[in-house]
C-alpha cells in the first residue's frame, strides 16, 4: 500500500487549518464558495485516519498541526519526548503530541539548525587546553 509523504500531509493540514478559520472569522465573505470548495479538495487529499482526527481537534474549536520550537509543542508549550526528536528531524512520519493531540512538526530552517548542534564536537587535546589557559 502506498504510504503517503508526511511533510505533504502536514502541508495540507495546515493549509485547511487557515481556510478553516477563513471561514470563522469571516463569515459572509463574498469568496466563500471558493474557500469551501478548496476545503474539499483538500479533505478528499488527506487519509481518512488523519481527517477524522483533525475534525476532532477542530471541534474544540483548535488548531490541529502545531510548530515545535526547542522541542516544545507550539500548542500545549509540554516538551516533545526524546523519542520522537529523529522522527520529526528526518521527517520520516507523523507525530502526535503526547499532551494536547496536535500533529507537530518542525520548520524547515530548525531542522538544519538541530541536526548540526547534534553533531559530536572535536575535542581538544589536553596540550592546547593547557595552552589555552596559560593564555
Not at 478553516?20 to 471558493?34: F, G, S, Y
Not at 476545503?39 to 498541526?65: E, F, G, M
Request: with cysteine; aromatic share 2%.
Amino acid at each position: 500500500m502506498h504510504r503517503p509523504d508526511p511533510k505533504k500531509i502536514i502541508a495540507a493540514l495546515i493549509e485547511l487549518n487557515s481556510l478553516q478559520n477563513d471561514l470563522i472569522d469571516k463569515p459572509r465573505t463574498t469568496k466563500r464558495a471558493a474557500i469551501e470548495e478548496s476545503i474539499q479538495n483538500l479533505r478528499s487529499q488527506l487519509p481518512t485516519p488523519i481527517l477524522s482526527h483533525h475534525d476532532r481537534i477542530r471541534l474544540r474549536r483548535r488548531s490541529s498541526v502545531a510548530v515545535v520550537k526547542n522541542w516544545f509543542c507550539g500548542s500545549c508549550h509540554i516538551e516533545i519526548p526524546r523519542g520522537s526528536h529523529r522522527v520529526l528531524q528526518f521527517g520520516q512520519d507523523l507525530v502526535i503530541c503526547e499532551n494536547c493531540g496536535c500533529y507537530v512538526h518542525l520548520l524547515p530552517t530548525e531542522e538544519t539548525e538541530e541536526a548540526k548542534a547534534e553533531k559530536p564536537k572535536a575535542k581538544t587535546s589536553s596540550r592546547k587546553r593547557a595552552a589555552l589557559v596559560e593564555a
